[in-house]
């Protein structure tokens, strides 16, 4: 059987991708709050003219805050998979990948206040 084109292995690899992001914003609930929260800034964004320095780390913090939240319902999903029951490694893997997302998420809060609170104050 001939293999697949490596142009092809790609586009298919993208439309896995695509397929995941959009479950993503589809089943999980912490997700959906950080795509309104996107969608917000985005806003709040355009009504302070912010400069193209400022989009660039707002646009980061961002995609970093919902990509390791992405990461961490994968994280959520294997351990589950896995471990069903109690179990005490489950619970520190589980903690240690919210962790991470709450670390991305104090620096994203960092940035915004950075960039937001000169032009209200
Ligand atoms: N199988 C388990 N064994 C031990 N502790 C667990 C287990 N499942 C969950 N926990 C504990 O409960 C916490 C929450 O786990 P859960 O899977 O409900 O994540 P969550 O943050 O509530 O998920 P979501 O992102 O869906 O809101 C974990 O961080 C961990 O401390």
Not at 20 to 39: D, F, H, M, N, Y
Not at 57 to 82: H, P, R
Request: hydrophobic share 55%; charged share 15%.
């Amino acid at each position: 059987m001939p293999k697949e084109s490596f142009l092809r292995n790609r586009i298919k690899s993208v439309g896995f991708a695509l397929r995941g992001a959009l479950l993503l914003i589809r089943t999980e609930p912490s997700i959906k709050i950080q795509v309104v929260l996107a969608i917000l800034m985005t806003a709040v964004g355009f009504y302070f003219e912010i400069s193209n320095t400022e989009w660039i780390l707002q646009v980061l913090a961002i995609s970093l805050v919902i990509g390791i939240e992405g990461a961490n319902t994968a994280i959520e999903k294997i351990c589950d998979f896995i471990h069903p029951e109690f179990n005490k490694r489950i619970g520190f893997i589980k903690d240690v990948s919210a962790g991470a997302v709450m670390l991305v998420s104090l620096g994203a809060i960092i940035v915004g206040l950075i960039i937001y609170l000169p032009k209200i104050f």
